[in-house]
């Protein structure tokens, strides 16, 4: 944490005193040259100038010092910039720094005007430095702070992956699976309910069901049995009375 800390506060001061320079150089007015220099928009123009009207060592005091003054932002822009696309992204900062200068050099300050090709030119200036050194330190940097387990200022958290939703396949699998339990169930408590039902229809048959009549045979022997039992009474009373007649008649004879 604390090396992080001194590592970030040594490139931002060299940074700032990058930037004092930058305008220092850019925005200092130049009376005797406000009548030489002119606005460009086209890229390549001011450097076709070069090639044509100045000498060598003018032409590479121009443009490599153009070159000179983007360098620093290849350097340091890394390290306050995110992992993902950093080369882009440091390209893109030095375009649009340096275009401002630009407009400020044309709109506010004297002897000098907006050049597109100086633009290009410290672009151009910003991936060297990225190139040769500047992506070497930065990715130094990441490795110890990410090894320490203090991410950089630049980490970014991973996204989400969207949940996906399930195609059709597995929604017709699903209601599938989903309606076999459902299916067998009710089959289940359909064939218990007609188990039920057959049971208490058999149970009100039963109630409902007449006595048998006795047969035919028991019925003779029924009405046989009580005229042999009358028979058989009557002739009991019969020699009863008989045996008390007898009596009374010798009782009389005597």
Do not use: W
């Amino acid at each position: 944490m604390l090396v992080r800390g001194a590592v970030l506060t040594v490139v931002l001061l060299g940074l700032v005193a990058f930037s004092v320079l930058l305008a220092k150089v850019t925005l200092t007015p130049s009376p005797a040259s406000e009548d030489l220099v002119t606005a460009n928009l086209r890229p390549g123009r001011s450097l076709r100038q070069y090639a044509e009207d100045y000498t060598f060592l003018a032409a590479c005091k121009q443009a490599g010092g153009n070159l000179l003054l983007g360098v620093p932002f290849g350097l340091l822009l890394p390290f306050f910039v995110p992992r993902r696309l950093r080369m882009i992204r440091t390209t893109l900062l030095t375009a649009v720094a340096m275009a401002v200068v630009e407009l400020i050099q044309g709109a506010l300050v004297e002897g000098r005007a907006f050049d597109v090709d100086d633009v290009i030119l410290n672009t151009a200036g910003a991936l060297l430095g990225y190139f040769v050194l500047g992506r070497r330190i930065s990715h130094r940097y990441y490795t110890y702070t990410d090894a320490s387990g203090s991410p950089g200022p630049s980490a970014e958290k991973p996204e989400a992956e969207p949940k996906r939703a399930p195609g059709p396949a597995a929604r017709t699998k699903a209601a599938r699976t989903k309606a076999a339990p459902t299916k067998a169930a009710a089959t289940k408590a359909a064939a218990t309910k007609a188990a039920r039902t057959k049971a208490a229809r058999t149970k009100a048959g039963q109630r409902d069901r007449p006595k048998p009549a006795a047969s035919a045979p028991a019925k003779k022997r029924g009405a046989r049995t009580g005229r042999t039992d009358g028979a058989a009474s009557g002739g009991r009373r019969a020699t009863g009375s008989g045996a008390v007649r007898s009596l009374f008649d010798r009782l009389r004879g005597r």
